[in-house]
């Protein structure tokens, strides 16, 4: 069984470009976004680091923390990130985690029990299922991941609209319609009735028995 929204993300001890990290102690409050990768020196994932590392940032204003996370040695990292600053332009300094054992990539179902137990002679091919997103919340709760097929490069400018979505949505009771952007109307969830609503958000319009729209909250 893969994880699921609200299941608490597992933890990990793991080699990292910066050290050795326990997972939930470095998570420590913040948000955290932990994206996969099936191989180094692949294409597609070298655009990906230097994207994110470009982006980091954003997610710091977010108070979101970013872990990338390759079956490959630590080793094997630090020679390329070089290589993904000559692709990019942007320099990782994020930590990467080493995960030649493969435990984490099973921890968090991204390669099945019996893939075995080192990274050693496995192809991307072996690996394709490692190419994954996982937002985490501070209370270590899973709140959104994505899966994405060897030859699609990740949205990561979707990963921040989701995390404002998230942030906004654990502080006040509202949710976000289709392609919801920071700054635009939000919808009242059930839980709160006309009169409440009124009190708290000054006001909505009602496009549907069951659905309120009304200003986002602090925009």
Known sequence: MGLRINDTA?????????G??????WIDG???VLFSHPKNFTPVCTTELGYMAGLAPEFAKRNAKIIGISVDPVENHDKWKADIKTATGHEVDYPLIGDRDLKVAKLYDMLPAEAGDTSEGRTPADNAT???????????????????????????DEILRAIDSIQL?????VATPAQWKQGEDVIITAAVSDED???????????????????????
């Not at 597992?10 to 910066?18: G, L, N, R």
């Not at 609503?197 to 925009?219: D, I, S």
């Open 130 to 156: 490692v190419r994954s997103v996982f937002v985490i919340g501070p209370d270590k709760k899973v709140k959104m991941t994505l899966t994405y097929p060897m030859t699609t490069g990740r949205n990561f």
């Open 10 to 18: 597992p933890d990990f001890t793991a080699e990292t470009t910066q």
């Open 169 to 173: 949505t654990a502080k006040h009771q």
């Open 20 to 25: 050795e990290i326990h997972f939930h102690d």
């Open 197 to 219: 609503a009124n009190q708290r958000f000054g006001g909505f319009e009602r496009v549907l028995p069951y659905l309120r729209k009304t200003k986002q909250p602090g925009a």
């Open 30 to 32: 913040s948000y955290a």
